[in-house]
C-alpha cells in the first residue's frame, strides 16, 4: 500500500512484535513509546511487572525466534539459562514433591527485561521501525463519519515539545493492560466492545538476590529453580525461585483468594519460611539480596471482545495485554502477544493492508487463539472458591487437568509432554482429548493404582536424568 503508515501504540513485547510483521507490509512504521527506552534491562516505569518473575513458554520462544530470527542466540549470548522445567525444578505440587524427568520442552529463563531489549534491538537491526520514545499517545485521531475510522494518534513529547498529529492508515494499541484507546473511543461516542473479568483476587510480592556462587552451594542443590504450589483452602500461596541471567534469582510470592504476600523485608522472609516446604527460605539465606521487595496487585483476567464489537473503528487493530491480560502466574502474556503478532502477519498476507475486513478477521483469529490460554487460566483460578467472574465451560475439567493429570503424567514421558505442550500452548487443550490419549491416561491411571505414588513426600535427591 503506497505511501500506508502504521503507528503502534506502545513499545513493549506486543508493540514491538505488531511492528516486526507490520514492517513489510506498510511503507512505514511508527511505535510511539510513553518511556525513555533504556540501552540495557534496567526497569522503566511503563512495564512495572518487568520487577517480578517472566515466565517464557515454549511457543513464545519458538514464535519470537520465528519474528525475530537470532532471538535465541542473542538471548542466551546474553546469559539466560535454557531449562527443562520438569527436569531441573524441584516442584512441589499439590500432592508433594513432583519426581525428576525430562519433558523435553526446553525454554529460557531470563529476566523481562533482557527479553525486551534483546526484541527491541533484533527490531531496530533487522526493519526501519521508528521507535518514538519518550512520546505520550494523547488521544486519537477520529473521522467521525459513519462507519467512523481512526486517522491517527495525537501525541507529545514527554520533555515538554508541543502536541502533534500523526497521520496513520492503521493504528494498532499495544498499550497493555491500562490502555486508554477504548476510553478515547468512548468520549467519542463509540461504545467499548463487551469484557469478560475473572478475578482469582492474586498478588505478588517480589524480591531479587545475587545466588551463591555454585562451588558454595550444598551438595544437594541439584535444582536450578523451584515451583510450589498453592493448595486450597489452607495454603493459598505459591512461590517460586527462577535463575536468570547473570547468576541472580528472581523469587516471587503470590497470593490467592485474597492474601497478599507482604512487601516488606521481615514480612517476605517469614513468607518464605511459613510456605509447604522452607527450600527456598534455605536457599535464599545463602545468598544476597540485590533488591527491595516489589509488590503487584492487579493480576486480574480481562478478555476484551473486540472480535464481537459491533462498533468497532475501521483502522485499529490491538494486541497483547490492551485484548487479553491474564492472571500471570500461568507466564502466557509474552507469548500470546507473539503469536497474535504471527496471526496478523498471515491475516496480512491473505488480505493486504487495505482491505476493510481486516480488523474483523484479525480479531476474530487472535480471539480464537486467545480461547485456550484464556480456559487454562482462569479454569486454573477457579481451583479457588473465591475467584470471581465467568467461569469457563471446561473449568472442572481444566482444574482436574491441573491437579491430577499433571500427576499421573509424572509417570509417562509421552503424556507429560503432551501436558507440558498444552500448558505451553504449543498444542490446542482440544490435543488432551485425542484417541491416542486417552488410552495414556489410563494406563497412567492404572499403573499408579497398581503400585506406590511416584509423587514424593521428600524432595527427590537424583542426579540428572
Ligand atoms: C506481575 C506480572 C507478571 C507477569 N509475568 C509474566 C510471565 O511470567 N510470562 C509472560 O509471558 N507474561 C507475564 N506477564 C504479562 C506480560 O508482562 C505481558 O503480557 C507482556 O508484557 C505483553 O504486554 P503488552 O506489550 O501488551 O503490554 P505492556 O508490557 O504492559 O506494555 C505496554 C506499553 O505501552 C506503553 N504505553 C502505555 N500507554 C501509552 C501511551 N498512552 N502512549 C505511549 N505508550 C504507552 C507502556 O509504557 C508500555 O511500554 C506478567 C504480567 C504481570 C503484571
Given amino acids: 500500500m503506497r505511501g500506508a503508515h502504521a503507528v503502534v501504540v506502545g513499545g513493549s513485547v506486543a508493540g514491538l512484535c505488531a511492528a516486526r510483521v507490520l514492517a513489510g507490509v506498510y511503507d512505514r512504521v511508527t511505535v510511539v513509546e510513553r518511556d525513555a527506552l533504556p540501552d540495557g534491562t534496567t526497569s522503566r516505569p511503563g512495564v512495572p511487572q518487568a520487577r517480578h518473575v517472566h515466565a517464557l513458554l515454549v511457543r513464545g520462544r519458538r514464535e519470537l525466534e520465528r519474528l525475530f530470527p537470532g532471538f535465541d542466540a542473542a538471548m542466551r549470548a546474553a546469559g539466560a539459562q535454557e531449562l527443562d522445567f520438569a527436569r531441573d525444578f524441584a516442584t512441589l505440587r499439590p500432592q508433594g514433591w513432583g519426581p525428576r524427568v525430562d519433558a523435553r520442552l526446553p525454554t529460557l529463563y531470563a529476566s523481562r527485561g533482557l527479553l525486551e531489549r534483546v526484541v527491541r534491538d533484533l527490531l531496530r537491526r533487522q526493519t526501519p521501525v521508528t521507535l518514538r520514545d519518550a512520546t505520550v499517545v494523547e488521544g486519537l485521531v477520529l473521522d467521525g463519519a459513519a462507519p467512523a475510522a481512526v486517522r491517527g494518534v495525537r501525541v507529545r513529547r514527554r520533555d515538554g515539545g508541543a502536541p502533534e498529529a500523526l497521520a496513520a492508515t492503521l493504528v494498532v494499541d499495544a498499550s497493555g493492560r491500562g490502555s486508554r484507546v477504548l476510553g478515547w473511543l468512548e468520549a467519542a461516542g463509540i461504545p467499548p466492545p463487551a469484557e469478560d473479568v475473572v478475578d482469582p483476587y492474586a498478588a505478588y510480592a517480589t524480591r531479587w538476590y545475587q545466588a551463591p556462587p555454585p562451588a558454595s552451594r550444598p551438595a544437594e542443590w541439584w535444582w536450578r529453580g523451584v515451583w510450589i504450589d498453592p493448595v486450597e483452602p489452607h495454603h493459598p500461596t505459591a512461590a517460586v525461585l527462577f535463575p536468570v541471567e547473570d547468576d541472580r534469582w528472581i523469587v516471587t510470592v503470590a497470593g490467592f483468594a485474597g492474601r497478599q504476600p507482604p512487601t516488606d523485608v521481615d514480612g517476605f522472609t517469614t ?75 498471515a491475516t496480512l498476507a491473505a488480505l493486504g493492508p487495505d482491505h476493510p475486513e481486516l480488523p474483523t478477521r484479525f480479531f476474530a483469529t487472535q480471539a480464537g487463539f486467545l480461547r485456550d490460554p484464556w480456559d487454562l487460566a482462569t479454569g486454573a483460578d477457579f481451583r479457588f472458591g473465591t475467584t470471581a467472574g465467568p467461569r469457563p465451560a471446561l473449568a472442572a475439567l481444566l482444574r482436574r487437568l491441573a491437579d491430577g493429570l499433571f500427576e499421573i503424567a509424572t509417570d509417562d514421558p509421552d503424556l507429560l509432554t503432551r501436558v507440558g505442550e498444552v500448558l505451553n500452548l504449543v498444542r490446542p487443550v482440544r490435543d488432551l482429548f485425542l484417541p491416542d490419549v486417552a488410552p495414556l491416561v489410563a494406563a497412567g491411571a492404572l499403573r499408579r493404582a497398581l503400585r506406590p505414588r511416584r509423587v514424593l513426600r521428600q524432595l527427590p535427591a537424583v542426579p540428572a536424568p
Fill in 271 to 345: 513468607a518464605l519460611e511459613r510456605l509447604r516446604s522452607p527450600i527456598i527460605a534455605d536457599a535464599v539465606r545463602h545468598a544476597a539480596p540485590l533488591s527491595p521487595v516489589h509488590g503487584y496487585g492487579d493480576m486480574r483476567n480481562r478478555f476484551r471482545h473486540f472480535e464481537r464489537w459491533p462498533a468497532a473503528p475501521r483502522g485499529l487493530l490491538a494486541a497483547g495485554d490492551a485484548v487479553c491480560a491474564f492472571n500471570p502466574v500461568y507466564g502466557q502474556g509474552m507469548t500470546c502477544a507473539a503469536v497474535s503478532a504471527t496471526l496478523l502477519r
